[in-house]
Each structure stands twice: as structure tokens, then as C-alpha cells.
């Protein structure tokens, strides 16, 4: 699977999800002025969870940085680089609310023996996705904190770019999904 193609996909997606209120928003905002030569570029802010206002880094900002003294993704697992501040014993439900999000296990993102391993490419997918929802909860006021993998996956490694599309996979889906109990009833 070409990266660059997921991508395009998931472009695809969002602007289904998040539909033409977000379009309608940045087309009434004015062109942004360009600061002197001089001024600084603001700081990064990271995403913030908005039930406790503090940093968040779990999928789509709903899970705090873990408090002092309490051990991070990052203190504690090889490799971690987006989710580094989320309190150890949350990566693994995180990572499973991926798999359920996207309907896969867990060798669809790591290596099988070495999960720290960078050579799949789902891996940093995953990543950048990550950070896209954190930024969207973060900054955009009409998604309301809310857009996580599920509102785009919907169950599928790859989302759907039109409703027909997504109508397809679930028939195909429920299809073999009968398929299945009709094989284990015999």
C-alpha cells in the first residue's frame, strides 16, 4: 500500500466526517497576516484534554499526560513518539481502541516480535493520524472534541470516500459475516 494514497483517503474522509461547516468556517475567515521578520514563531501548544485542561496524548486528546511521578508510554516502551506522555498503563487500551477503531490487530501497525520496529509503514501512518485528531480536537471548535478514529474508520483499516462506498463494505461485511455462522451451523 502506497502511503501517500492513505492519505489521500483519509483527506477524503475527514472532509465527509467533518462535512461543509468546517469549509464554511475557513472560507469566512480573513487571510492571516504575516508577522515581521523579526517575531519569534509562537511555541507549539500541545493538545489539550478538555476535561481537565491539561496536555493530552492519548487518540484524539481524551486521556491526560500522566501526572509526576507516575511512569510514561515513553519512560517505560521502546520507540514511542506521539503517545510518549500518556501514563504507561494506558497504551495498551489505547492500542486497542486502534484495533477496534480500524477493525485490525495488531500487526497491521508493528512488527510481529518487535513492536518497537519502525518497518511498517502503518506504523507511521498511525502516527500522523494521531496527531491529525489531536489537532482537530484541539483547534476546531465545531467537531466538539469529539472526532476520534472510529468517526472516520468506521470499523475499516481504510475509510470510505463516499456513503455508497461505506454502504458497499458493510453488505460485503454482513455477507460474510452469514457466511460464516452458515459454515459453523454445518
Do not use: W, Y
Not at 55 to 67: D, L, R
Not at 76 to 84: C, E, M, P, R, T
Request: hydrophobic share 30%; net charge positive.
Amino acid at each position: 500500500m502506497k502511503r501517500n494514497s492513505g492519505l489521500k483517503v483519509i483527506g477524503a474522509g475527514m472532509v465527509l466526517a467533518l462535512g461543509l461547516p468546517l469549509l464554511a468556517r475557513a472560507a469566512k475567515k480573513p487571510a492571516a497576516k504575516k508577522p515581521p521578520a523579526s517575531a519569534k514563531p509562537a511555541p507549539k501548544k500541545p493538545p489539550v484534554n478538555p476535561d481537565t485542561g491539561k496536555p493530552a496524548s492519548n487518540e484524539g486528546g481524551g486521556v491526560p499526560a500522566a501526572k509526576p511521578g507516575q511512569p510514561t508510554a515513553g519512560q517505560q516502551f521502546k520507540n514511542i513518539k506521539v503517545l510518549k506522555d500518556l501514563p504507561a498503563d494506558q497504551l495498551m487500551p489505547t492500542m486497542q481502541a486502534f484495533n477496534a477503531a480500524l477493525g485490525v490487530k495488531c500487526n497491521f501497525c508493528h512488527v510481529a516480535e518487535d513492536f518497537a520496529s519502525d518497518n511498517n509503514p502503518h506504523k507511521g501512518v498511525t502516527r500522523e493520524m494521531v496527531l491529525m485528531t489531536q489537532r482537530l480536537n484541539a483547534k476546531e471548535p465545531s467537531v466538539n472534541k469529539q472526532v476520534r478514529c472510529f468517526t472516520c474508520h468506521r470499523g475499516e483499516p481504510e475509510p470510505s470516500n463516499s456513503p455508497e462506498e461505506a454502504q458497499r463494505r458493510q453488505e460485503r461485511r454482513q455477507q460474510r459475516e452469514g457466511d460464516t455462522k452458515t459454515g459453523e451451523q454445518e
